[in-house]
């Protein structure tokens, strides 16, 4: 869904398109909403200056940032690069890995640890870190990309405790059933002054079922990083807004705007000590059974 308002001061802006700069597609958008309030704020030239237009598009998450407004005038096509990317609300958790990105550039040769590191959807981040360190993929499952199969709630079991400098993960905090012990494990591996970032969701549809547990909103991350396990939380942020739709709308679920959730949610926090908390469950007394292939 893609709404608002866009007008012109001195000339009428017929349409405008948003265009993904590297593969050159692009999606066409009229101005054609009543928009009186909008006039009663910058005068006549804003009427009819609104849109609300929904699509199915090919653009990939990482490109969304880096869309264009092409902005078509009885002059030309003006381009407003990167323009879109605080209306789409994704600049938060992309803030948030950078201030992780800068910090290991920082560092001194060392070791990164990636959890969750196999490609199974095609996409790999070895290539995200920097060379003067050493990488290591580690995944529940065997396949590309990993080096070390592990399961993430024991950690300690074969990566040396302090030995690690800097770990990160993707869309795998869901899928942990009890991520307070991953929390502890992590403690156990980095070293002090070691950092960490995760990226998950707070609000996505049901995945990788039963392996499917958790949500989670910015105010999460202090629930697991904390003084207590050993932790500083350096920031957390919520991004990409989304609408939750019910598909039976009963009065009350009519959700809007206003009601609305994040698809994600992630956190940076840095070792400040060790932990003397212990949480000594096992996957096995779940029961949950092998991952998803």
Same mark, same amino acid.
């Given at each position: 869904?893609?709404?608002?308002?866009?007008?012109?001061?001195?000339?009428?802006?017929?349409?405008?398109?948003?265009?993904?700069?590297?593969?050159?597609?692009?999606?066409?958008?009229?101005?054609?909403?009543?928009?009186?309030?909008?006039?009663?704020?910058?005068?006549?030239?804003?009427?009819?200056?609104?849109?609300?237009?929904?699509?199915?598009?090919?653009?990939?998450?990482?490109?969304?940032?880096?869309?264009?407004?092409?902005?078509?005038?009885?002059?030309?096509?003006?381009?407003?690069?990167?323009?879109?990317?605080?209306?789409?609300?994704?600049?938060?958790?992309?803030?948030?890995?950078?201030?992780?990105?800068?910090? +290991?550039?920082?560092?001194?040769?060392?070791?990164?640890?990636?959890?969750?590191?196999?490609?199974?959807?095609?996409?790999?981040?070895?290539?995200?870190?920097?060379?003067?360190?050493?990488?290591?993929?580690?995944?529940?499952?065997?396949?590309?990309?990993?080096?070390?199969?592990?399961?993430?709630?024991?950690?300690?079991?074969?990566?040396?405790?302090?030995?690690?400098?800097?770990?990160?993960?993707?869309?795998?905090?869901?899928?942990?059933?009890?991520?307070?012990?991953?929390?502890?494990? +992590?403690?156990?591996?980095?070293?002090?002054?070691?950092?960490?970032?995760?990226?998950?969701?707070?609000?996505?549809?049901?995945?990788?079922?039963?392996?499917?547990?958790?949500?989670?909103?910015?105010?999460?991350?202090?629930?697991?990083?904390?003084?207590?396990?050993?932790?500083?939380?350096?920031?957390?942020?919520?991004?990409?807004?989304?609408?939750?739709?019910?598909? +039976?709308?009963?009065?009350?679920?009519?959700?809007?705007?206003?009601?609305?959730?994040?698809?994600?949610?992630?956190?940076?926090?840095?070792?400040?000590?060790?932990?003397?908390?212990?949480?000594?469950?096992?996957?096995?007394?779940?029961?949950?059974?092998?991952?998803?292939?």
């Amino acid at each position: 869904m893609l709404q608002g308002w866009l007008f012109g001061v001195d000339q009428r802006i017929p349409e405008f398109h948003i265009v993904e700069p590297g593969t050159g597609q692009r999606v066409a958008v009229t101005c054609n909403g009543e928009s009186e309030d909008v006039v009663s704020a910058h005068g006549p030239a804003a009427r009819n200056c609104r849109f609300s237009q929904r699509y199915q598009v090919g653009f990939t998450a990482e490109s969304l940032s880096h869309l264009e407004l092409h902005v078509v005038t009885a002059q030309g096509v003006d381009v407003w690069k990167d323009a879109l990317t605080g209306a789409l609300g994704n600049e938060a958790v992309h803030h948030t890995f950078g201030l992780f990105m800068e910090a +290991i550039e920082s560092m001194a040769p060392g070791c990164v640890v990636e959890i969750g590191a196999r490609a199974r959807s095609g996409i790999t981040r070895r290539h995200l870190i920097p060379s003067q360190h050493k990488y290591l993929g580690v995944d529940i499952r065997d396949g590309e990309n990993v080096d070390l199969v592990l399961d993430a709630h024991q950690l300690s079991s074969k990566i040396e405790a302090a030995s690690v400098d800097a770990l990160f993960c993707f869309s795998v905090f869901e899928h942990l059933a009890m991520p307070w012990k991953v929390a502890l494990e +992590i403690n156990k591996v980095l070293k002090v002054g070691g950092v960490g970032f995760i990226m998950t969701h707070q609000s996505w549809p049901v995945h990788d079922a039963p392996w499917d547990y958790w949500r989670f909103a910015d105010q999460s991350w202090k629930a697991l990083f904390n003084r207590q396990t050993g932790f500083a939380l350096l920031d957390a942020k919520m991004s990409d807004p989304a609408y939750i739709v019910p598909r +039976i709308a009963t009065p009350e679920r009519l959700f809007d705007e206003q009601a609305g959730g994040f698809l994600q949610s992630a956190a940076f926090f840095q070792k400040t000590s060790e932990t003397t908390l212990s949480w000594d469950v096992s996957l096995d007394d779940l029961e949950s059974g092998e991952y998803p292939a």
